[in-house]
């Protein structure tokens, strides 16, 4: 076999082992890796022995093999060049799945509000909305954020008012139930980019408890304080 091509094929072999291991998550026996890839142990034996060298996989106390420093630290600094709305798509997934309340990314189009993404929750009691649904500013917990952190001017006092709230809690909420809008009731914060513009607005709606709101809108703001953008 030429040389180019048998190295090609070993780099193919390594990503599948790597590939595997982060099916079962992180970590898996020899064995199961062997049986896994198609590999005889004797053969996988060479290629564990690499890529711990390398650092892309250890071996932790049980005698498992797990995925190493070097792999993570290559999967983050690719993920700093990820469109930021994707990082900021797939947060809302997490958050979603963490808390099992449907959640939303709401952006700015020509001063007109819409719903880029809607996650819906794993309750029964939900409808489905689809991408880029309009949201209305003046009715929305996402129009208030969008007035105060957006490119917008209050029309009058009541919208002032609603700019000043917003500003002091770092968050909007929408107690009541609006036609064309997910969820009884809505909890938005801003998310913004690296020089403070709005670049995004974290959603998160359905039916909430009045006295369960502020907690839910802490930990909606935690977890968007994560995101690097």
Not at 37 to 55: A, E, N, W
Not at 99 to 128: C, K, P
Not at 173 to 194: E, F, L, M, T, W
Request: charged residues 20%; contains cysteine.
């Amino acid at each position: 076999m030429p040389e180019t091509t048998q190295g090609v094929n070993s780099v193919d072999i390594a990503v599948s082992i790597m590939e595997y291991i982060a099916t079962q998550h992180g970590r898996a026996r020899a064995t199961d890796v062997a049986a896994g890839c198609g590999l005889s142990k004797s053969r996988l034996h060479k290629y564990l022995v690499s890529l711990c060298r390398t650092g892309m996989l250890f071996q932790d106390g049980s005698g498992q093999y797990c995925l190493g420093d070097t792999i993570v630290r290559l999967a983050s600094s690719a993920a700093t060049h990820t469109d930021p709305l994707s990082l900021i798509n797939n947060l809302l997934c997490e958050f979603r799945d963490r808390m099992n309340l449907s959640t939303g990314m709401v952006i700015a189009q020509s001063g007109n509000l819409v719903l880029r993404h809607y996650h819906r929750s794993f309750r029964n009691v939900e409808i489905d909305f689809r991408d880029n649904t309009p949201i209305p500013i003046h009715l929305s917990a996402a129009g208030q954020v969008y007035m105060c952190f957006g490119n917008y001017t209050p029309a009058n006092e009541r919208e002032q008012q609603l700019i000043e709230e917003t500003t002091k809690l770092g968050y909007a909420v929408r107690y009541k139930p609006a036609q064309g809008i997910p969820g009884a009731q809505s909890i938005a914060c801003p998310i913004p980019d690296r020089k403070g513009n709005l670049l995004a607005i974290g959603v998160t709606m359905g039916f909430f408890e009045k006295e369960d709101i502020p907690n839910i809108a802490r930990e909606l703001k935690q977890a968007l304080s994560t995101l690097k953008l």
